[in-house]
């Protein structure tokens, strides 16, 4: 993740933010200081600028930083990479899990009927299915998440440090279908791995926020995102996988196999 100190133009470039000190502590971070800035300037097109003198970001992307810092960025091209305005953080396109994994799914395996037939590698004209990346916060990703339950308002702070988090267990698997043509997300859903002592130190998958923009129903994009759970979950060796669903889906999820099981669903509900 990077984080920007926003240049206004004139006297010095500001300094290291209580931000950037916060992460600077912590140890297990690739931390890059580029310290080119410290006199102010204006970019050479006469847009506004963006001082690099204090970056914090993750190993993968010193390269960028080291390109960057050698002269002013705009912020069309800060935009450009997902950089976040409001919040002066880069929602990068880093995926939440091995892009691969979805592609190596053998989809010989699947049960079900595709009509015309799609696959993970080719979901359709203009799709494209993928691990989420932090760049879909702006690609409407929480507007298809509410469709299907309350969202609250997640800033882009909370959303990437909820993903960071995710991406460092390993055990979350969000996909989503992209409309590339719209650059808008229209389908997604999650694959939660649990670590067990039981069965021998198993895993056992669960299928969570299974969620088609109404724009995109019909279109066998929930068939698909399914289905690549249901496979992937196989793939990662898990000796289950469940899900829970309102009764108006159970036929919807019984064509992949999935069935009632004898036990009660039960829950302690502390909020909404
Ligand atoms: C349920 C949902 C994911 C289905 O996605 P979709 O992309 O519209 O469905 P698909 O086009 O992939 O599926 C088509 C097939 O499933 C069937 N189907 C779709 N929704 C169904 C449902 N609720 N119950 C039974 N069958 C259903 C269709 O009849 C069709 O059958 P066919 O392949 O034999 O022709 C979608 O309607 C949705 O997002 N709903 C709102 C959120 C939700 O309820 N999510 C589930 C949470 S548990």
Redesign the pocket.
Known sequence: MFRFLPYVGGGNAPQTSDVTRQFNRKKNRNIFRATSYDRGGSSSDDTPGVALNDVVLSHSYIGAALRWSSRFITLQELSCAGFHRDCGMLLDETPLFEPSLLQEIDWCNNTV?FSPPISPSSPGEGLVLRPLCMADYNRGFFKVLS??TKTGDVTPEQFAKKFEHMKSTGDYYVIVVEDTNLGQIV?TATLITEHKFIHSCAKRGRVEE???SDI?????????LVTALTLLSKKLNCYKVT?E??P??V??YQ?FGYGASDETYMQCRFFD
């Open positions: 009927a469709q299907l389908a299974v969620v088609v995109c129903r019909g279109k066998q994009l929930g068939k698909l899900l669903c309102a108006k889906n036929a919807f064509k």
